[in-house]
């Protein structure tokens, strides 16, 4: 009997950690942020932040932690309410597009914002078209390189922090930068004193930084950096500059690995070739392999 009665409270224990019982067998079909992500929800890393913050149910019951496995076809996934729809294995469905954005100032990244204000999906329409996610995110205040996609698999080689691959920003700096302040980028800084459960607290760094020029203007002088990183964190580059005692004026993305932003007016879109997707996924796997060679 006291077996038993452990059993019981082992699974009432992971249902209460945020998990029901029903949705911890992995026999069940596949992770549910995955499900989230092949419906054109989000990106995978966005789709465990929405599980975490308690905005997904399954079957009507609330999901919160991970892992959680479920059977797309068959479940009723909700987000904020609002159900997905159930993936049908039709042509439409398995079509992949990925497309690139100039983004301009005071566009948000999400798919959806309850404040009514304009999002990056607002500004790419066609006909026919899937259901896309940002890959990755720029604070409204940044403007350049994003990536919009359908394809959850592509977002994740691009996001996840165990693959790395490079993006790299032009900063326009308040102030003049020495040379000590630049290696500190490099050398980088603890932006948040407590890591998520079960992981350390990283160090966020630049991986390179270079110097682009000096100048100034009715605000003073200004420093413009080349900067680029691996594994990005919210706000990353403007907490780091913050954090040794500067301020950002202006912020771009200019590339995603083999990828540049050229020829591409602010405000407009085109879609990408299969050659340029095909660079983008070698580069991941080149950059995860560099990862755990240094490892």
């Keep these: 009997m006291k077996k038993k009665s452990t059993t019981r409270r082992s699974k009432d ?14 026999a069940r079909g596949i992770r549910l942020q995955k499900a989230l992500a092949d419906a054109g929800v989000a990106s995978r890393r966005e789709a465990e932040q929405m599980i975490e913050e308690g905005r997904v149910s399954v079957n009507k019951k609330l999901v919160t932690a991970l892992p959680a496995f479920v059977d797309p076809k068959e479940d009723l996934i909700r987000v904020d309410g609002k159900a997905i729809h ?3 294995n039709t042509k439409a469905n398995e079509r992949k597009v990925c497309i690139m954005l100039n983004k301009p100032r005071h566009c948000i990244c ?3 914002d309850p404040q009514g204000r304009r999002t990056v999906l607002d500004m790419v329409q066609y006909d026919n078209m899937p259901r896309l996610f940002p890959i990755g995110r720029l604070d409204a205040e940044s403007t350049g390189l994003l990536l919009l996609t359908n394809d959850g698999d592509l977002a994740q080689q691009l996001t996840h922090p165990s693959y ?4 790299t ?3 326009s700096i308040r102030g003049k930068l020495l040379p000590e302040d630049i290696e500190k980028l490099k050398k980088g ?5 407590r890591a998520p459960r079960g992981m350390k607290v990283k160090r966020a760094h630049a991986t390179e930084v270079k110097l682009l020029n000096f100048g100034r203007g009715g605000s003073g002088d200004r420093t413009n950096v080349s900067i680029t990183l691996r594994e990005g964190q919210n706000r990353e580059i403007r907490r780091l500059i913050a954090g040794i005692g500067y301020k950002v004026r202006r912020l771009e993305r200019v590339s995603i690995g083999p ?3 050229k020829g591409l007016a602010t405000g407009h879109w085109r879609m990408l070739e299969s050659k340029e997707v095909n660079s983008l996924k070698k580069a991941a796997k080149q950059a995860k392999a560099q990862s755990q060679k240094a490892e």
């Design 13 to 26: 224990d992971h249902s209460r950690k945020g998990v029901p019982t029903e949705f911890t067998d992995a």
């Design 189 to 193: 800084l603890v932006l948040a004193h």
């Design 169 to 171: 920003y032009n900063v």
């Design 164 to 167: 790395g691959v490079p993006k």
């Design 110 to 112: 999400t798919s959806d």
């Design 259 to 261: 990828l540049v932003l």
């Design 86 to 88: 159930k993936l049908v």
